[in-house]
C-alpha cells in the first residue's frame, strides 16, 4: 500500500494528537516513540522529523493544551454578560483553570524526568493566564466588588504562589494538607483583592457545608 503523504503541519498535527490519545490511555512512562508510530503507520524517520525525543512530543502537547486554556480564559474574560465575580467562578470554581485534560497533562508533567519542561509550563502559565485574570480584576474594581492598585502584579503574586505551593506532588502533601492550603489561598485571594469575606468559596465548596 502506497504511504499516505500529508502536508508537514498536518502531519505533526497528527502526531500530537496521537501520542497525546497515548498518553492518556496508557500513560506517558508506558507509552513509546515506537508505539506512537505503529499507531499512525509512519516510518521512524519521519517521527524523528518532527520531534527529537518523547518529552519534546510532551512539550507540544503542553502547548496545545496551554493555548486552549488560554483561548478558553480570554473568552470568559471578554463575555460582556458576565459580572467579575461570574466569571473569577467560572474561571476558579475547581481550584483550576482548565477541564480534567489539562489535569491529566499536569500529571505527566510531574513525573521527575519531566520537572524542567514542568517548571517553564508554570511560568508560561502564569504569564500567559496573568493578564486575563487581571482584566477581570479591573472589571471587579469597576464594579466596586474589589480593591486592587495593580490588578496585574497582584494577580502573579497570587497566581505563582498558587501554582506553586498548591502543588501537592512537589512536596509531598497529603488531601488533606493541600485542602487546608486551598482555604488559606482563598482567604489571600480574597483580603489581596479587597474581596468580602466568602464570596470566592465556589474555590472550596465543602466549606460552605462545614
Known amino acids: 500500500m502506497a504511504r499516505i503523504v500529508k502536508a508537514p503541519e498536518e502531519r505533526r498535527a497528527e502526531i500530537v494528537e496521537t501520542a497525546d490519545r497515548l498518553f492518556r490511555e496508557h500513560g506517558y512512562a508506558k507509552c513509546s516513540v ?3 508510530i505503529r499507531e499512525i503507520g509512519v516510518a521512524k524517520g519521519t517521527f524523528y522529523y518532527y ?3 518523547k518529552p519534546d512530543i510532551l512539550e507540544a502537547i503542553v502547548d496545545k493544551t496551554l493555548a486552549q486554556i ?3 480564559a480570554k473568552g470568559i474574560a471578554d463575555e460582556p454578560s458576565l459580572t ?4 473569577m467562578e467560572a474561571l476558579l470554581g475547581n481550584s483550576h483553570i482548565g477541564d480534567d485534560g489539562s489535569l491529566e497533562v499536569a500529571e505527566m508533567l510531574h513525573l521527575p524526568e519531566n520537572r524542567e519542561l514542568h517548571e517553564l509550563t508554570n511560568i508560561q502559565t502564569v ?3 496573568s493578564p486575563i485574570l487581571a482584566q477581570i480584576v479591573e472589571q471587579g474594581v469597576g464594579e466596586s466588588v474589589f480593591e486592587v492598585d495593580r490588578p496585574l502584579e497582584t494577580i502573579q503574586f497570587l497566581f505563582t504562589g498558587a501554582q506553586f505551593l498548591t502543588d501537592g506532588s512537589m512536596f509531598g502533601f497529603s488531601e488533606t494538607e493541600l485542602r487546608a492550603r486551598r482555604l488559606v489561598m482563598q482567604t489571600i485571594i480574597e483580603k489581596a483583592l479587597g474581596a ?3 464570596s470566592f468559596d465556589f474555590m472550596n465548596p465543602i466549606r460552605t457545608v462545614e
Open 127 to 129: 504569564l500567559q493566564l
Open 84 to 87: 467579575a465575580m461570574q466569571k
Open 34 to 36: 515506537e508505539m506512537i
Open 196 to 198: 468580602k469575606p466568602g
Open 70 to 72: 488560554v483561548e478558553s
Open 51 to 53: 520531534f527529537k525525543s
